[in-house]
Nanobody, 122 residues
Framework: VQLQASGGGLVQAGGSLRLSCAASKTIRNLSGMGWFRQSPGKEREFVAAAAWSGSSTYYGDSLKARFTVSRDVAKNTVYLNMNSLRPEDTAVYFC????????????????WGQGTQVTVSS
């Protein structure tokens, strides 16, 4: 399974971006897809995740107020809408797919995309 993230770019503080991550094919038994980010010198950070069955979503600390994750199962795609962006949101954003069972699936991922750069200028 290949994951292709897109939608990153340069945006001014306070602006918005929408990231997309498409899987190369229909994925059977997928638990959900998530977004992570990593900036230089920092550890990878969980951003958000959406269950593939049902409507459950999960967010990293303090991000739910500005970020919204959603998915389109028919298109094998997960989205991340980011509003009120701040310079500290600057990072490479990665998408990932999880086949882990159970309610904690969003904590473990099996496939990763290549990342898309998001840069927020002040």
């Amino acid at each position: 399974v290949q994951l292709q993230a897109s939608g990153g770019g340069l945006v001014q503080a306070g602006g918005s971006l929408r990231l997309s991550c498409a899987a190369s094919k229909t994925i059977r038994n997928l638990s959900g897809m998530g977004w992570f980010r990593q900036s230089p010198g920092k550890e990878r950070e969980f951003v958000a995740a959406a269950a593939w069955s049902g409507s459950s979503t999960y967010y990293g600390d303090s991000l739910k107020a500005r970020f919204t994750v959603s998915r389109d199962v028919a298109k094998n795609t997960v989205y991340l809408n980011m509003n009120s962006l701040r310079p500290e949101d600057t990072a490479v954003y990665f998408c990932a797919a999880s086949f882990s069972p159970g309610s904690s699936w969003y904590k473990s991922y099996d496939y990763w995309g290549q990342g898309t750069q998001v840069t927020v200028s002040s």
